[in-house]
């Protein structure tokens, strides 16, 4: 039979044969039904008429309605807790229901955030609204409104029964809770129309756990919690036979309200939608319960009971009726008017209570006589509603009823029990389905043999117990060396490590526990039945906490009572008790966690690492599945870092290429419900039940939608739950603080977004919190991340809270910045003075006001609206400022590393400078390469300007020039120059600009680095401007010099060239057949003749000595009296003539001096004789650049000298520089400085003699005299020669100008020199790589003549003839390009000879090409030379010349093309990695910083300073101490810095303000140099003079592979 609900509660049976039409399903069209997989939106304004059902076999009733609610596909393909929970449009959007297939979802949105409107589930229709918008107001109107069509609603008892059908178990489970939390009646037994059959929802109630307080423990305020299956409880069910004007659900409600407050508990006919005709929910038997809270004005009954509810009537729901009656300690009957033969009511008379309306029209006394007789009833179990009671006396009446038979029935029992009635009547039980079955079985295995809880943990969980503590303590010592004492620091965390290699030993060596086995073997199983297994799990295990806790609880209540002297330890006792007593799912995952860290200990080829390597992958199916894994160990306070990156690769592995993550956490006092908003904001199931405050950090993985993914920008939403901070559990110890310090920079560092729970009430108590908060937030904003936070005030329910709490507003923002003050002290960063220094912060949008969660009082006060609503504004605002979000999420790898680098730097005291990251290292490496590409286009760029500028300036005078005098030139160029600075100035800052907007890359996490990037590229454009204009300088003033030259040379070519002709003339005057012997005789005649009538030139050789001696005694004006006095003491000629050495001034310090030699320890003579070395090494440099260019001598030369070595001796801050020393070294450089450039003055003077430069071209005016004399043709010749001479000089000129940038770009594409870092690791690879003890040693005693070197070999490695081939060919085509075009252009201009055909083609080529005045010179120009055939011949010769060049460059080698270049490749290479040049003031490890103008300072790998010739004083030996272990300890040192006084390592920062030495964010980062002191040990022992080092047994056992791993590590090679 099939039962159809009329509006007005009756009902109508028809059998399956007959057809029922109802105007509505035929007539009325509805909205498209979506796919709720998809959650398409496409069909959502459409209207799809149904068609017109014929047969009732089309279609079943229940298919119906599930295509109406667009849940058909999920009848055989359940609804999971995944797809539910996803984040998608419709969770943070408020548009209205606009179909039937919406009314799902909205009732799963609401219901997961616990709303206890959920079921007011009703989709707006357009006649509605158009009403509501104000439609016709014509006559018909009213008729209208009585006339209105049925409307295509839906009873909200009819989507609940159909989303329970359609629904997993444990979204049943799921819905059941949160039903119950709104306290809803939930499913006892769940009917389907179609099959007739109905199931019994044990296991989607097994989650709900209840508490109340009976009137037998009221006195003693204690309660009863317990899962609501377990209690034995006494159910009173209400049922309706026929038809009945009452309206049973409502008036259960009324029963169940107290006066205070009415709640809808059932659904009933006056409720929104209550009244549509039910299709599929009759037959549903609902359960709710009435639980005392221990107050006699308050509660309504004094015993907890069930209060059970069949929907329909009886007549068609026999079974279900039977088995209320068996389970039921009373059956209340609704009924209108009965059959006096009652048959169903005749078996259960003892129960049967009959509740009948007086007032109804169909009611007969006589009939209620009958069956009164018949059932043999009492008058108490007659309830009669008489015509003049209202519903209040009613119901009173009712109460009293139920309060008897709660009272007086010895009938009691658990739902559990019922199942065994359910079988019997053929009802099904839910948890029958196989693998619950099986995953109870394998759960029941486990916690059946658990008795006694802390036993239990010690005999199967022993791994997490004592070892993995003292594993945490030894972690923490070695970052932290708080008990090192006097012991040397590397052998102490040498013997910590070995202790820790034991512990570890010692955990491999128990067998895995039963229970352990147990339970992976359980969790290995299949999806559902691994789900199944971990639900019973944590039921099971709950409820044993429970009943542990509990005992404890009232055993400490009583012993607190009678607290003295005597029990105070047994206080104590069961203290520690309580707090060990706690044994969750959590504790078996954490055993799993140390059973695999424990296992990757052991080498890989290990049968039991094998075996265990699948753990972290079962870990991730389950973060997928939506379990929650700790990420903080809440008892050891640690995380098992190895375990969780592990999990977390996995689930990377899983999802790829869909990874992207953004993190919201939530942070604030114990017990303030922050698991419970996170609950409710997301619907997930953060543990808030058992009494049990949440220890450590939980994080649960929440899947994003497609439809908001763009938005979001993520896949996932990673929620982390911690602990409370302040716990008084942990504030009993001493590191309280530390510890909620470390929580909070741990889960606000990983957050996109901190959500921080604060009461308003307790100022001492949030000012605490707020502290710690700042302090995290203070701590992210200093390396890098920018987390946004939202202060959440729970418990303010009153609606104009945020106005009146503008003033709370303005003084939690004024604590917060007295908070941030207080931190910013502590970590050594007072430069920020508020909290929105630290953060962006606006007091308007940053709070969220939250009432209380309880309407009421507990345990039968439902959740508050008002809550769940102001969750789900701060929800949408979350999503809404994640969505904002400028900077790109984390993919998983990207969020495990930030975990790592966290938690590591946590671990130190202070943690600014702890921190150390491999995406902060990334990024800072991306932005270094980025700049370095930008910064050499600037470079050259500049570099092409210049060297284009000086071509202009040495053609000046030889071509036409728009200035009349070079001192114009100069200065339009420099103007020029200034203009193309200023431009690529504001495009290298522009660029810089561009790359801090994107928002991949993690660029945000290197804005601290922005304005060091911004200085240094000003400081470029300042560098390159001085270089530039000296530049200029030079060139004009030797250009200015040759003029006089050039003048006399041409005068000397003009005079030749006429005693040639007049001498040409005479001798065919002669008419004597002249003889080649002849000819030659009247040359050398008149060549002699010439050469001594020649005036000859005297050029005024310039005393270099004397001008350097200027300049250095102007340069030490300033230095005072002494260092003039100090100079005039020795004569600059008598400098620098033998190597430089520095001795200590003083008999006293001459002995000093010789002690410490004596012991191998370099003294401040020692160190200033280093950076003498140094300085004189870079002048030396400087100066045979100068030497081999072979120009003249210019006075900028030595102020480049000078100015360098200020610049070097001003860097050096941590040796003290004496005036004695400062001259010295200067008088030593400018002394052999002075000699160099005197010899290149006069080797300038000489290469530029005219008389020279005349008598070296003798025979080439003798060949020209022969040639024009015979009268040969010489347009062929002349042509060859004009090429060979002034051509081809010029255009190999051009390639040695313009090849070296080609090459140092190319250099700069290469890893080794792409950046300083790269730089430095290449160098340590290939040292590694040859194992070579001179090449360390030089290395470390002589690092930039060591990287000198190593430059040019490697360039020389990279560079073959093949690279260089195509920039070769690129500037030979454009030599050529520009000499053909020339050409060209001088042949288009109109008459002339062939001497205006060369001027011409030098005009064009000016500013490309330097034809040299010497070869021109040199050209004699005959007459009558057809410039046409001058020109073609030119052409072909030019042509043959590329080809001829191009042959020569392939067989010249790369050391000679390198050689030949202008610019000193080797030079401009070391100048961009050398960087700064600084030296870590403790081991000398080479800075690193990727911009010039860098604030601080810092060096990826340090090394012990034993390698740096430091020993101990007492033995000799060489240290191993290394200083990112020092900075960390309590150790002192003293220095010239220090004026000899001690001064503690951790507050170096003091003495070296600029430096940042971080220690290692692993043991294993120094590796690279423990390894090579352990490998030459006795060798650098030989060479310093000292006994070898003592080493650690740990760095023993490292081998070259370890040490390559640690340098890819600490330079974060992948």
């Known amino acids: 039979m099939e039962t159809t609900v009329h509006h007005d509660g009756s009902t109508s049976n028809c059998t399956e044969g007959e057809i029922r039409q109802e105007t509505r399903d035929t007539n009325i069209s509805t909205p498209g039904v979506q796919n709720p997989i998809q959650d398409s939106t496409e069909a959502e304004n459409k209207e799809i008429t149904r068609p017109v059902e014929t047969s009732a076999n089309t279609k079943t009733q229940l298919e119906r309605l599930l295509e109406d609610l667009g849940l058909q596909h999920h009848y055989k393909e359940k609804l999971s807790m995944s797809r539910i929970l996803q984040i998608d449009e419709k969770t943070i959007t408020d548009e209205r229901t606009k179909c039937n297939s919406d009314l799902p979802w909205y009732f799963l949105k609401k219901l997961m955030m616990v709303n206890v409107k959920a079921r007011n589930v009703k989709f707006t229709h357009e006649s509605t ?75 989607a109630m097994r989650d709900i756990v209840k508490n109340c307080r009976p009137l037998s423990l009221s006195e003693s305020k204690g309660f009863i919690e317990d899962r609501i299956v377990v209690s034995k409880l006494p159910m009173v069910s209400f049922v309706r036979l026929g038809e009945c004007s009452l309206s049973k659900s409502e008036m259960l409600n009324k029963l169940l309200s107290n006066s205070q407050q009415y709640h809808d508990t059932f659904i009933h006919r006056n409720v929104e939608n209550g009244d549509c005709p039910r299709r599929i929910s009759n037959g549903l038997t609902e359960l709710s319960w009435y639980l005392p809270c221990g107050n006699n004005n308050m509660d309504i009954f004094s015993e907890p009971v069930a209060i059970a509810n069949l929907r329909g009537d009886i007549a068609s729901f026999e079974t279900q009726f039977t088995f209320l009656c068996q389970t039921s300690a009373a059956v209340f009957v609704f009924f209108d008017h009965l059959d006096s033969e009652c048959k169903l009511l005749t078996n259960q008379h003892r129960k049967i209570f009959l509740v009948v309306d007086h007032q109804s029209q169909r009611f007969s006394r006589d009939a209620l006589e009958k069956v009164k007789k018949k059932l043999n009833l009492r008058n108490s179990h007659i309830l009669l509603k008489k015509k003049k009671m209202n519903d209040a006396d009613f119901v009173k009446e009712m109460r009293e009823k139920v309060n008897y038979v709660v009272e007086n029935s010895e009938m009691k029992m658990q739902i559990e029990q019922m199942a065994d009635f359910a079988h019997e009547l053929g009802i099904w039980v839910d948890e029958d389905c196989q693998e619950c079955q099986t995953a109870k079985k394998h759960a029941d295995a486990i916690t059946s043999k658990i008795q006694d809880i802390l036993q239990y943990k010690e005999d199967q969980l022993s791994l997490q ?74 039921m099971n295990l709950d409820n044993l906490s429970r009943e542990k806790l509990s005992i404890l609880r009232e055993a400490y209540k009583n012993k607190y009572k009678n607290k003295n002297s005597e029990n105070n330890e047994e206080i104590k006792e069961i203290d520690r008790q309580l707090s060990n007593s706690s044994l969750g799912i959590e504790h078996f995952f954490r055993e799993m966690g140390q059973i695999y860290e424990a296992s990757v200990s052991l080498p890989e080829t290990n049968l039991s690492r094998q075996q265990l390597q699948h753990l972290p992958k079962l870990c991730a199916e389950l973060l997928l599945d939506g379990f929650p894994l700790e990420l903080v160990d809440g008892d050891a306070s640690n995380i098992p870092l190895r375990w969780v990156s592990d999990v977390l690769s996995q689930l990377n592995y899983l999802v790829t290429p869909k990874s992207k993550i953004l993190v919201v956490t939530v942070l604030g006092v114990q017990s303030t419900g922050k698991s419970t908003l996170l609950n409710t904001m997301f619907g997930v199931q953060f543990a808030v039940s058992s009494g049990r405050c949440t220890r450590g950090a939980f994080m649960l993985l929440t899947k994003v939608n497609e439809d908001i993914k763009k938005e979001l920008k993520c896949d996932f939403i990673i929620i982390i739950d911690t602990e409370g901070l302040k716990s008084p559990e942990l504030a009993k110890l001493d590191n309280s603080y530390e510890h909620d310090n470390e929580l909070a920079t741990l889960v606000v560092g990983l957050s996109d977004i901190t959500i921080i729970n604060i009461a308003m009430e307790n100022s001492t108590e949030m000012k605490d919190i707020l502290q710690i908060v700042v302090h995290a937030f203070l701590r992210m904003k200093e390396v890098g991340k ?85 969750v789900y504004e701060l929800k949408k605002n979350i999503i809404q400022v994640l969505g904002n979000c400028e900077t790109s999420a984390n993919d998983i790898l990207e969020f495990t590393e930030w975990i790592t680098s966290l938690w590591n730097a946590v671990k130190y005291e202070n943690f600014i400078f702890s921190f150390r990251n491999s995406l902060v290292a990334d990024a800072y490496m991306r932005l270094c390469t980025e700049f370095n590409k930008w910064e050499w286009e600037f470079k050259k760029k500049m570099y092409s300007w210049t060297k284009t500028a000086e071509i202009k300036i040495s053609n000046f005078g030889r071509v036409k020039s728009q200035v009349s005098d070079i001192g114009q030139l100069l200065t339009h160029l420099k103007s020029a120059a200034c203009s193309v600075l200023s431009k690529w100035e504001t495009m ?64 000397h070519t003009k005079e030749l060239e006429g005693r040639v002709r007049a001498l040409i003339e005479e001798c065919r005057k002669n008419k004597v057949n002249m003889t080649d012997k002849k000819l030659d005789q009247e040359f050398d005649k008149m060549w002699n003749k010439m050469v001594k009538e020649q005036v000859l030139y005297k050029p005024d050789v310039m005393n270099v000595v ?50 410490r030699k004596l012991f191998n320890y370099k003294d401040h003579v020692m160190a200033l004789q280093n950076i003498a070395d140094l300085v004189i090494m870079d002048c030396s440099q400087f100066v045979t650049e100068k030497v081999e260019s072979k120009n003249n001598y210019h006075d900028t030369f030595i102020q480049e000298i000078l100015h360098r070595i200020d610049e070097r001796l001003k860097n050096i801050q941590d040796v003290k520089k004496d005036i004695h020393f400062e001259v010295s070294l200067k008088q030593h450089i400018c002394g052999a400085a002075a000699r160099e450039f005197q010899k290149m003055h006069e080797d300038f ?65 290469r890893f080794q020199f792409s950046t300083r870092m790269f730089f430095q690791y290449s160098v340590l690879l290939d040292l590694l790589s040859k194992d070579n003890f001179e090449d360390y040693l030089t290395y470390i005693v002589s690092y930039e003549r060591y990287v000198r070197r190593w430059i040019l070999d490697e360039m020389l490695k990279l560079l073959l003839n093949e690279s260089l081939s195509e920039f070769e060919d690129q500037h030979l085509r454009s030599s050529i390009n520009s000499i053909n075009d020339a050409i060209r252009k001088a042949q288009e201009k109109e008459g002339g000879n062939l001497q205006k055909l060369i001027e011409d083609i030098r005009q064009e080529l000016g500013e490309k090409l330097v034809i040299s005045e010497d070869a021109l010179a040199t050209f004699m120009i005959p007459e009558n030379v057809n410039t046409k055939e001058f020109a073609q011949f030119l052409t072909v010769f030019v042509r043959d010349m590329a080809e001829a060049v191009r ?36 081991c000398k490890a080479p800075c690193e910083a990727g911009a010039k103008e860098h604030k601080e300072h810092f060096t990826s790998v340090h090394r012990p300073e034993g390698l740096g010739r430091s020993t101990w004083v007492k033995t000799e030996k060489l240290t191993i101490d290394i200083c990112t272990s020092l900075v960390n300890s309590d150790c002192k040192f003293r220095s010239n810095a220090t004026n000899g006084e001690w001064h503690p390592y951790k507050e170096y920062i003091k003495i070296f303000p600029d430096w940042r030495i971080a220690p290692d964010k692993s043991l294993q980062d120094s590796d690279y140099w423990k390894y090579v002191l352990k490998r030459f040990n006795s060798k650098f022992a030989d060479v310093y003079n000292a006994k070898p080092a003592d080493i650690p047994d740990t760095w023993k056992v490292i081998t070259k592979q370890q040490a390559e791993e640690s340098l890819k590590r600490s330079f974060n090679v992948k």
């Open 1106 to 1155: 004397t001008s350097v001696d200027y300049y250095l005694r102007d340069n030490l004006s300033r230095k005072g009296s002494l260092a003039c006095e100090l100079l005039s003491q020795k004569g600059l000629k008598d400098c620098g003539l033998k190597p430089f050495k520095y001795s200590a001034e003083g008999f006293l310090n001459n002995v000093k001096h010789k002690v």
């Open 129 to 203: 609204c158009d009403a509501a918008a104000g439609g016709s107001d014509s006559d018909s109107d009213i008729d209208d409104l009585l006339d209105s069509p049925d409307t295509d609603d839906i009873n909200p008892l009819d989507i609940i029964t159909a989303l329970f059908l359609c629904s997993d178990g444990f979204v049943q489970l799921e819905l059941a809770l949160k039903m119950s939390m709104c306290q809803f009646s939930v499913p006892l037994l769940l009917p389907n129309c179609d099959t007739k059959q109905c199931t019994l929802m044990l296991w």
């Open 465 to 538: 117990g004592e070892l993995w503590k003292e594993l945490t303590c030894l972690e923490k010592e070695e970052f932290q060396l708080k008990k090192v004492g006097s012991e040397n620091i590397e052998m102490y965390k040498s013997d910590l490590q070995k202790q820790k290699a034991k512990l570890r030993e010692q955990q491999n060596s128990y067998d895995m526990s039963n229970a352990m086995t147990c339970f992976i073997n359980a969790i290995s199983a299949p999806g559902t039945e691994r789900c199944y297994f971990l639900k019973w799990m944590r």
């Open 1447 to 1482: 042959e020569q460059f392939k067989k010249t080698t790369i050391k000679k093309k390198i050689r030949n270049l202008d610019v000193k490749l080797q030079n401009e290479l070391f100048k961009n990695l050398i960087g700064c040049g600084k030296q870590c003031p403790f």
């Open 988 to 1051: 290298l800052l522009d660029n810089l600009a561009k790359y801090f907007k994107q928002t991949d890359g993690h660029v945000y996490l290197v804005e601290a680095y922005r304005e060091d990037f911004a200085n240094s590229a000003k400081s470029l454009r300042r560098e390159i401007e001085s270089s530039v204009h000296n530049q200029l300088t030079v060139a004009t003033d030797v250009r200015r010099g040759m003029t006089e030259l050039d003048k006399i040379k041409v005068n």
């Open 786 to 870: 920018k987390p946004k936070c939202q202060f959440v005030h729970q418990n303010v329910a009153d609606v104009s809270a945020p106005e009146k709490n503008l003033r709370e507003r303005e003084m939690l923002l004024q604590q917060l910045n007295e908070m941030t003050q207080a931190a910013a002290k502590m970590e050594n960063k007072v430069q920020n003075k508020s909290f929105t220094d630290v953060m962006e912060y606006k007091p308007d949008t940053g709070n969220w006001y939250i009432p209380g969660l309880w309407n009421g009082v507990p345990p039968m006060a439902p959740v508050n609206a008002g809550y769940s609503e102001a």
């Open 1245 to 1309: 003077i000489q290469m530029n003699d005219p008389y020279r430069c005349l008598n070296q071209n003798k025979e080439r005016f003798r060949v020209n005299f022969k040639d024009e004399f015979s009268e040969r043709d010489q347009c062929q010749k002349k042509a060859a020669e004009f090429t060979e001479h002034c051509l081809r000089p010029a255009v190999e000129d051009f390639f040695n100008r313009f090849l070296g940038p080609d090459i140092i770009g190319e250099m700069n594409t």
